[in-house]
Every structure is written in structure tokens, then in C-alpha cells.
């Protein structure tokens, strides 16, 4: 945890968004992998941790937006417990950890509740995403789930978004902690990818690096010589010499702060003039865009910026024709890049989408477009300074996409289907840095990470 006056500070912060009532963060409970005491590894409720710090299942905490007052709600443990887990710290010690005065059992939380809604008093709460959470709001709200679903607070959730998305020091030095290993995972994968080696060997030597440290994933880890299926989760191909590996893996920390990071790369250790072509593409794509990176500026024009840069080079090799700002603002260019550029990063490795991602990466000023493609955004706001954000485009080939447009005859005057099916065994290309919003523009977070085909093929070589 972090020192206890940083969660009482976050929880004042709070408190002064000008909200009255109730506001009521439960935290996660263990998930049975396959029956109760057979559990998977547990997730704190980000929100929970970000503002009670504590990382262990069956709490609750409970502020009282118009006194400051906060409470922890949970269960002392008894020598049953501690048969099973070994001491433990009681409520009001683990209370006292979050710079929490007060703490009651949980048993009492409904009762508190139900006294409140007596009273006249709001109730807020983030909308649930995990089945426990709303069953539970069901039973301490006294309403059916499915009501408890759409009754969420929207003030909470914009309150809790303006707080989470900006990031303080202590923040950014966990963020760039786990970079460090997710560095050391990626360098030690490209060093391992070699003609005859099983994809899962692979991941299972990064997440090796990773278990040394007692961490675990931000996210399953898309390894694949298959790079044109954006969330590959397989890894159950042989890798032969000329293949292409897409990696996108990344750790999280200590105190539960995310990393993701991708990096494509040839087995072998040699681009192909084809691959260095189009990597070195999606190279200039990155760079633009963490370039255009600033305070005030929309990530929905960043990510239009990157398209651009695509669209233009691509051209020269035969794939587009026409303007480039037509073939963007139709949507044509979503055939070689058919996701969001980037999204927020913190707790969450999609941070605080689990509170709704319109709400996260969307506000008054631009809504999510419709375009195939572009509707994949999921951060397309204007930035402020303290945000952190992936910055990750890509180009891939995709046959079942490219036959299904071909056939439609869609964005015909802008795309050269013949040049797109000459490339489609090339899989896919994705290079991912995790990037701060300085005050006066941005700064790639951790060490750097070999990038350049030139880097890519030195680290190789070792």
C-alpha cells in the first residue's frame, strides 16, 4: 500500500466534487476457479483500492460526501481463518493502514444502508461488472440486480473519472516499475523466438521473468505469428524463420498498476524489405502520434493524425488511392487498421472502462463515431496534463475482412483490394508504448524498449 495519507487525500478529493449522500465502493470477492475453495487469483476492485488501498477480498467502503466521515466494512478474522491463512491483521488495524478512524462489521453495512434510504439519503454507486457485485447491490439496495445494473451513479462515475485519470507520482512510479519487467519480458521473448520453438514456450519464458516477481498479467498475452487477429490469445503455433510475432504482453505491479506494451518482430532476426516496409510504417504512425500528444488536444484527431500517416505511405506502395483525407474521413483506412489508437492506463489496464467507456473516454465535446474502426476508439476526449495512455496503431492484413469488403464493393475509389490480397500471409504489425501527458506535451514512460528494426535486430543477434 501506499502511505495512508495518500488514500485520505484521495477520499477528501472526493468528498469535494460536491456530491451529497452516500457513496459506496464494495469490494471484489474471490471468484471459484471450479468450486468455493478453488479460487482464482484475486483482483482488487480498482476503484475500492484507489481509494481504501486495500488489496483482499469482502470489504467495503462507505463516504459520507456531506461530513468527509468514511467507514470500512468488513470481518475480523477468527482462528478458523487463521488456521487456513495464518495471522491476520484485524479490521481496524487494516482500517488504520487507509488512514480509516472508524470501521464496523459487514454485516452491519445493509442495516447502515437501509437507514440512509429511510432517511432520504442518496446512495451512490459505480456500475457493477461482475455478477457478484450486482447481486450483492441487490441485496444491501434492496432492488432486483437488473435494477441495480442501470442504477448507477453518473456524477460518482464522472467524479471518480476526473480523480483516477490523472495520475500522481506514486502512480507513475508504479506504472514505470512494471515496465521494467515487462521490458525484460519483451527483449527476453525476441531473443527466444527461433525456427522450431512453440509459441507457448515462449510466453511461458516471459511469464516466468514475471513470476519471479510475484506479479501476474494486466492482461492474457497476445503472442502469435497471427498477429492479424488483434486479441490472439493462442499460442500453439511452431515458429519457422520469416515469420512475423505480434506481442503484446504486460505485468502489473506491486501495488496493482498496469503495463502494456507490444513490439512485432521477425523470426529469424532479419526484416524481410516487404516487413521493414510496413513496420517501419507503423514506426512513423507511433511517432506522430506521441508527438501530437498535449494538454487540450483531442485523441480522436491524434488517432485521425496516425490513419493519416498510414494512409499517405501506404499509398505510395499501392494499397490506397485518392485524397488522403477522404479516404480517412470515410473510413476506408480501417481496412489495414481497424481499432482505436490508444486507450487510458492505470489500475486498469483499460482503465476505469469497467465504469463505463463512453463515459471514460468520451465527454460533451466529441462523441464515438459510427465508422467501422474508428468506433473501436475508446479514448477520444481532449487530454490533460498527468494522464497515461497507450499509444499503439497498427496495419494488418486481415483475409476474411479484406474478402468481405472486396465483395460488398466498399470504399472501391479509395482501396486497391489486388495489392491488399498480395500481402495477406503477412499477419499483422502493432508497436505499443505507454505514454504520460506532460504539461507541455508527453514522455514515453519506463526504459526504452527495442523499437527501431535496427534495435530489433541487434537484441536478436545477442
Same mark, same amino acid.
Given at each position: 500500500?501506499?502511505?495512508? +495519507?495518500?488514500?485520505?487525500?484521495?477520499?477528501?478529493?472526493?468528498?469535494?466534487?460536491?456530491?451529497?449522500?452516500?457513496? /459506496?465502493?464494495?469490494?471484489?470477492?474471490?471468484?471459484?476457479?471450479?468450486?468455493?475453495?478453488?479460487?482464482?487469483?484475486?483482483?482488487?476492485?480498482?476503484?475500492?483500492?484507489?481509494?481504501?488501498?486495500?488489496?483482499?477480498?469482502?470489504?467495503?467502503?462507505?463516504?459520507?460526501?456531506?461530513?468527509?466521515?468514511?467507514?470500512?466494512?468488513?470481518?475480523?478474522?477468527?482462528?478458523?481463518?487463521?488456521?487456513?491463512?495464518?495471522?491476520?491483521?484485524?479490521?481496524?488495524?487494516?482500517?488504520?493502514?487507509?488512514?480509516?478512524?472508524?470501521?464496523?462489521?459487514?454485516?452491519?453495512?445493509?442495516?447502515? /444502508?437501509?437507514?440512509?434510504?429511510?432517511?432520504?439519503?442518496?446512495?451512490?454507486?459505480? &456500475?457493477?461488472?461482475?455478477?457478484?457485485?450486482?447481486?450483492? /447491490?441487490?441485496?444491501?439496495?434492496?432492488?432486483?440486480?437488473?435494477?441495480?445494473?442501470?442504477?448507477?451513479?453518473?456524477?460518482?462515475?464522472?467524479?471518480?473519472?476526473?480523480?483516477?485519470?490523472? =495520475?500522481? @507520482?506514486?502512480?507513475?512510479?508504479?506504472?514505470?516499475?512494471?515496465?521494467?519487467?515487462?521490458?525484460?519480458? *519483451?527483449?527476453?521473448?525476441?531473443?527466444?523466438? =527461433?525456427?522450431?520453438? /512453440?509459441?507457448?514456450?515462449?510466453?511461458?519464458?516471459?511469464?516466468?521473468?514475471?513470476?519471479?516477481?510475484?506479479?501476474?498479467?494486466?492482461?492474457?498475452?497476445?503472442? %502469435?505469428?497471427?498477429?492479424?487477429?488483434?486479441?490472439?490469445?493462442?499460442? +500453439?503455433?511452431?515458429?519457422?524463420?520469416?515469420?512475423?510475432?505480434?506481442?503484446?504482453?504486460?505485468?502489473? %505491479?506491486?501495488?496493482?498498476?498496469?503495463?502494456?506494451?507490444?513490439?512485432?518482430?521477425?523470426?529469424?532476426?532479419?526484416?524481410?524489405?516487404?516487413?521493414?516496409?510496413? $513496420?517501419?510504417?507503423?514506426?512513423?504512425?507511433?511517432?506522430?502520434?506521441?508527438?501530437?500528444?498535449?494538454?487540450?488536444?483531442?485523441?480522436?484527431?491524434? *488517432?485521425?493524425?496516425?490513419?493519416?500517416?498510414?494512409?499517405?505511405?501506404?499509398? @505510395?506502395?499501392?494499397?490506397?488511392?485518392?485524397?488522403?483525407?477522404?479516404?480517412?474521413? %470515410? #473510413? &476506408?483506412?480501417?481496412? !489495414?487498421?481497424?481499432?482505436?489508437?490508444?486507450?487510458?492506463?492505470?489500475?486498469?489496464?483499460?482503465?476505469? @472502462? #469497467?465504469?463505463?467507456?463512453?463515459?471514460? #473516454?468520451? #465527454?460533451?465535446?466529441?462523441?464515438?463515431?459510427?465508422?467501422?474502426?474508428?468506433?473501436?476508439?475508446?479514448?477520444?476526449?481532449?487530454?490533460?496534463?498527468?494522464?497515461?495512455?497507450?499509444?499503439?496503431?497498427?496495419?494488418?492484413?486481415?483475409? !476474411?475482412?479484406?474478402?468481405?469488403?472486396?465483395?460488398?464493393?466498399?470504399?472501391?475509389? $479509395?482501396?486497391?483490394?489486388?495489392?491488399?490480397?498480395?500481402?495477406?500471409?503477412?499477419?499483422?504489425?502493432?508497436?505499443?508504448?505507454?505514454?504520460?501527458?506532460? @504539461?507541455?506535451? %508527453?514522455?514515453?514512460?519506463?526504459?526504452?524498449?527495442? =523499437?527501431?528494426?535496427?534495435?530489433?535486430?541487434?537484441?536478436?543477434?545477442?
Amino acid at each position: 500500500m501506499f502511505a495512508p +495519507d495518500i488514500y485520505l487525500q484521495r477520499r477528501q478529493n472526493l468528498q469535494a466534487a460536491g456530491l451529497s449522500g452516500l457513496l /459506496l465502493f464494495l469490494g471484489n470477492v474471490d471468484s471459484p476457479m471450479n468450486y468455493a475453495d478453488n479460487t482464482l487469483p484475486f483482483v482488487q476492485d480498482s476503484s475500492f483500492r484507489y481509494f481504501f488501498g486495500l488489496n483482499e477480498p469482502g470489504l467495503a467502503g462507505l463516504i459520507d460526501a456531506d461530513s468527509g466521515e468514511a467507514v470500512l466494512f468488513g470481518t475480523d478474522p477468527d482462528v478458523a481463518d487463521v488456521v487456513w491463512t495464518g495471522p491476520l491483521p484485524s479490521l481496524a488495524e487494516r482500517a488504520a493502514s487507509a488512514a480509516l478512524t472508524r470501521s464496523q462489521p459487514y454485516a452491519q453495512l445493509a442495516t447502515v /444502508l437501509a437507514e440512509a434510504r429511510a432517511a432520504g439519503r442518496a446512495i451512490h454507486y459505480l &456500475a457493477p461488472y461482475r455478477g457478484e457485485t450486482k447481486i450483492e /447491490l441487490g441485496r444491501l439496495l434492496g432492488a432486483h440486480p437488473a435494477e441495480v445494473k442501470d442504477g448507477f451513479s453518473v456524477p460518482l462515475t464522472q467524479a471518480v473519472v476526473a480523480l483516477r485519470e490523472i =495520475k500522481g @507520482e506514486e502512480e507513475i512510479a508504479q506504472m514505470e516499475a512494471a515496465l521494467a519487467v515487462t521490458g525484460a519480458m *519483451h527483449v527476453a521473448a525476441m531473443q527466444s523466438s =527461433k525456427a522450431g520453438v /512453440l509459441e507457448h514456450q515462449v510466453v511461458g519464458i516471459m511469464e516466468g521473468i514475471m513470476r519471479r516477481h510475484d506479479w501476474h498479467l494486466a492482461y492474457p498475452s497476445i503472442f %502469435s505469428k497471427h498477429g492479424e487477429v488483434l486479441h490472439n490469445h493462442h499460442h +500453439d503455433n511452431v515458429l519457422q524463420n520469416g515469420d512475423l510475432v505480434l506481442n503484446d504482453t504486460g505485468c502489473t %505491479s506491486g501495488e496493482g498498476y498496469a503495463s502494456d506494451i507490444t513490439r512485432t518482430f521477425p523470426v529469424g532476426g532479419r526484416f524481410t524489405v516487404q516487413q521493414r516496409e510496413l $513496420y517501419n510504417i507503423v514506426l512513423e504512425m507511433q511517432e506522430a502520434a506521441i508527438a501530437a500528444i498535449r494538454p487540450g488536444a483531442r485523441y480522436l484527431d491524434i *488517432h485521425k493524425l496516425s490513419a493519416s500517416v498510414m494512409v499517405e505511405r501506404m499509398a @505510395e506502395l499501392g494499397f490506397f488511392k485518392g485524397k488522403t483525407e477522404d479516404v480517412v474521413e %470515410s #473510413g &476506408a483506412y480501417a481496412i !489495414a487498421f481497424p481499432h482505436g489508437l490508444g486507450h487510458q492506463i492505470g489500475m486498469d489496464v483499460h482503465d476505469m @472502462e #469497467g465504469l463505463g467507456e463512453d463515459l471514460v #473516454g468520451y #465527454g460533451d465535446d466529441v462523441a464515438r463515431s459510427p465508422l467501422f474502426g474508428l468506433g473501436y476508439l475508446r479514448l477520444g476526449k481532449a487530454l490533460k496534463a498527468g494522464m497515461v495512455l497507450t499509444v499503439e496503431p497498427g496495419v494488418y492484413f486481415i483475409p !476474411a475482412l479484406v474478402a468481405a469488403w472486396e465483395a460488398e464493393g466498399r470504399h472501391r475509389d $479509395y482501396i486497391n483490394y489486388e495489392r491488399f490480397r498480395e500481402y495477406l500471409g503477412m499477419g499483422g504489425i502493432r508497436i505499443e508504448d505507454n505514454v504520460l501527458v506532460t @504539461e507541455t506535451g %508527453s514522455r514515453v514512460l519506463g526504459e526504452p524498449i527495442p =523499437k527501431t528494426v535496427d534495435e530489433i535486430e541487434a537484441i536478436m543477434r545477442m
